[in-house]
Nanobody, 122 residues
């Protein structure tokens, strides 16, 4: 049963914007920590944004001031607003979710989506 599903990836010109969405159907959504990751071939997966159940956020240095992570706790949807996109933002973007207490204990997310491709062309 698929529990985490991303959408919103597209091909956009440099300087453009995209909003990614991640639907989390898990019943523990309200207590979940969630993160947006990206990966390109040959590179390690990078967590670009994280949001805890209390709404606190963290960002990778490379996206600070350009990306914004948010969550809708009524619709159980996670968002990633990406502005001022650069070609180096091109990657497969995935969202991940888990209860915050389990994430802290284990250090890794258990629930992952399939990913959505973002391509930024110059």
């Amino acid at each position: 049963q698929v529990k985490v599903v991303e959408s919103g990836g597209d091909s956009v010109p440099a300087g453009g914007s995209l909003r990614l969405s991640c639907a989390d159907s898990r019943y523990t959504y309200s207590t979940d920590c969630m993160g947006w990751f990206r990966q390109t071939p040959g590179k390690e997966r990078e967590e670009v944004a994280h949001i805890a159940s209390d709404g606190s956020t963290k960002y990778a240095d490379s996206v600070v001031g350009r990306f914004t992570i948010s969550r809708d706790n009524v619709k159980n949807i996670l968002y990633l607003q990406m502005n001022s996109l650069k070609p180096e933002d091109t990657a497969m973007y995935s969202c991940a979710a888990d209860r915050c207490d389990i994430l802290i204990e284990r250090g890794v997310y258990n629930y992952w989506g399939q990913g959505t491709q973002v391509t930024v062309f110059s």
